[in-house]
């Protein structure tokens, strides 16, 4: 086969090394366009799994490699002028032009022929005379450019502003991030050792930080001084030294984070940051390019045609490189936006950092660093007032909100049961919500309660409005509070334009066969088609309303439950008032954020006038309508947040979604958390997270890096009422209580989590 490569980085030398190991007959040409030893980047970072890789494809580059890492196992990061070292970590670098150096000589030994300073405009000659063509041009791809119709990328050009120098001061005994507050804000470095006296220092600062500076008057020598004057106490007087000299100005630029619908054409094949680019923050990109170039020789090896081995190709890398392009943003976003976490106590920065490409979890910090972790959460425990030398995970740390202390962070949530009858709890409600309170949470919330008839989502839904209510739910109310150590919310709502619907497990959100009743809501916006078209709300309306918020908050009271929600969140009636998508008001009631709140935040001040000062009240929000500008979006929840907070709401319930038939929601695990930890980090305010989150893990590791301060679970609470105590026994915590009849069970339980572990070697 006759293979043009274009491009002499790792991805196409290490593809035309690939071919021909498989096949010596192959012709390989590699076309760079810079010389032999030109380099315009400095150190790169490969972990040892894919030096495992490597050596399995070849074992003499692989060995070659090897010889020239510099190997570290701590990460050092520098906040407030405290260092913080966690070990563990196993990464090793190499400078890119020793890497480039040993490739290009390898490549040479197996017969590719290479050939510098050719600059290739258009990849359609080489397609007519080759059999194939593979386009490793980089990030700003003349091949991808010249077949944009086809390859249809998608460049996110991101916010920070970076820039790639070295320097000889001595990063070797960790991998090391910086924070260095500044007259005109933060500006932070990412520094690593990757020979023996040459490390790579990335500076970077948000766009706002970097006009305040003048950077991009600067010439590079003007910019470098300013950043040497900046970090000057942690080079120890070395120089910090650019390679970028054919870049005009100051050399700072954005990341472009590059996903091509498709990664082939006729004999034309995308490779490395020409079809994916992934964020130097977690220093995946040249791991990508190697082992795509693994893959691809694979492949053409074992297909039939080039088409077929091109399908192979795209299916098994790109779920490999999503699932990376998924972690680099998760750790752009968050450099993106630290100045949100600045404020935080290093120890908890530190473990912000560390988790915030959610690659690395609670449990895997264990693994890596026990001792540093366990101070970490002693430091939590402490912080959240539990008695001194307290050493457990997150999730078993006190929280108060008033006079109201939970025993620890995980809350059961609101799940709706359709089980009631004309309002009223039945026994099913008795059995479901004290099996919850017995199975170890600290908080339990019930399920959206109504306060009125026409308030009710289905016919099966509870009430807060008739004496046989208030009798039902005391109790329940009365159990929780004489048989365990939970705590028990009441979420109040009313189900606006959602109402008068089918049970969830019938149709959901379809209207009744028969027996509708009158809907009201912010606007006359029906939820979709189908379902009946609402009242707007006139005053007298939202009168009445509000006097049905007050009387159902004294009934919960009566009650005994120990807080309030409520529920201005999933297209129901208070939701339908600050969502733009249904309020289409031209009253003080509609139009901007502000009005659109009013009414809102007229029912909490009135319930919070009736509600008892010591108790705590939480509002549940849809923090994402997932349409985009048209609808609320994560900034403006920030926006809702403040505004509930200025008013008095205690703690916010930070959910998304469910406004609209229109929204496209991302799902994956913990995909709600980002809202609440932008509210929380941003306002101050208290935040409960909710979505997907189903394991200790996810709990402790959101907790631990300040996302939230309780963790909502619905669905693992469906699936096992005594999730909390499970969770204990799994991470072998002994200080959750048990019911007494229930003790032999939890002895044995311990047991076998403790035999299960020296069975599994974990220590």
Known sequence: MKIAILGGGPAGLYFAISMKLRDAGHQVTVYERN???????????????????????????????????????????????????????????????????????????????????????????????????LAADGVNSKARHAFEHVFKPDIDIRKCKFVWLGTHQKFNDAF?????????????????????????????????????FGFGRM???????????????????????????????????????????????????LMGDAAASAHFSIGSGTKLALESAIALADYLHSEKSLDAAFGKYEDARRTEVLKLQSAARNSLEWFEEVERYLDLDPVQFNYSLLTRSQRISHENLRLRDPRWLAGAEAWFQKHAGAPAN??????????????????????????????AVDGTPTDWHFVHYCERAKGGAGLV????????????????CTGFYKPEHEAAWKRIVGFVHRETEAKICAQIGHSGPKGSTQLGWEEADAPLAEGNWPLIAASSVPWSPQNQVPKAMDRADMDRVRDQFVASARMAERCGFDMVELHFAHGYLLSSFISPLTNKRTDEYGGSLENRMRYPLE????????????????????????????????????????????????????????????????????????????????????TIAV?????????????????????????????????TLHAAAKLGDHGVKWPDPYLPGRDQLYRLAKRQEAMTGKV
Not at 184 to 191: C, I, K, L, R, T
Not at 445 to 460: A, D, F, L, N
């Open 35 to 133: 010389r032999a030893d030109d380099t315009f980047g400095w150190g790169v970072v490969l972990s040892d799994e894919t030096l495992d890789n490597l050596a399995a494809n070849d074992a003499k580059s692989a060995t070659a490699i090897r010889e020239h890492f510099a190997y570290w196992g701590d990460i050092a990061v520098i906040h407030k002028g405290v260092r913080t070292v966690s070990t563990g970590h196993g990464f090793c670098g190499i400078g890119r032009m020793r890497l480039l150096t040993l490739l290009q000589a390898r490549a040479r030994e197996l017969g590719v022929e290479l050939v510098f300073e050719k600059e290739i405009d258009d990849p359609r000659p080489f397609m007519v005379e080759n059999d194939l063509v």
């Open 176 to 212: 090391t991030f910086i924070f260095e507050k500044t007259e005109h804000g933060w500006v932070w470095a990412h520094a690593y050792q990757f020979d023996a006296d040459t490390a790579t220092f990335i500076v970077e600062c948000s766009e706002e930080t970097w006009n305040r």
């Open 219 to 269: 010439s590079q020598d003007e910019s470098i001084a300013v950043c040497e004057r900046i970090f000057a106490k942690y080079l120890d007087g070395n120089s910090l030294i650019s390679n970028a000299r054919h870049l005009r100005g100051s050399a700072w630029i954005n990341f472009p984070r590059v996903l091509c619908e498709r990664w082939s054409h006729e004999n034309l094949a």
């Open 390 to 419: 307290t050493n457990r995970p997150p999730i078993f740390a006190p929280f108060r909100l008033r006079d109201l202390t939970l025993k620890n962070r995980i809350v059961v949530s609101p799940m709706a049961q359709y089980r």
């Open 445 to 460: 919330t019930i399920e959206m309660t109504c306060v009125s008839p026409e308030g009710r989502i289905t016919p099966g």
């Open 603 to 686: 029912i909490f001040r009135a319930v919070r006038a009736v509600w008892p000062e010591e108790k705590p009240i939480s509002v549940r929000i849809s923090a994402n309508d997932w349409v985009g500008e048209e609808g609320v979006t994560p900034g403006a929840a920030v926006g809702i947040a403040r505004m509930l907070y200025e008013a008095g709401v205690d703690i916010c319930d930070v959910s998304a979604g469910q406004t609209s038939t229109r929204a496209k929601p991302v799902y994956g695990r913990m995909f709600q958390t980002p809202f609440s930890d932008r509210i929380r980090n941003e306002t101050g305010m208290a």
């Open 691 to 723: 979505g997907n989150i189903y394991e200790p893990d996810h709990a402790n590791s959101i907790l631990m890096a300040g996302r939230a301060d309780l963790v909502c679970m619905a669905r693992p609470h469906l699936a096992d009422p005594y999730w």
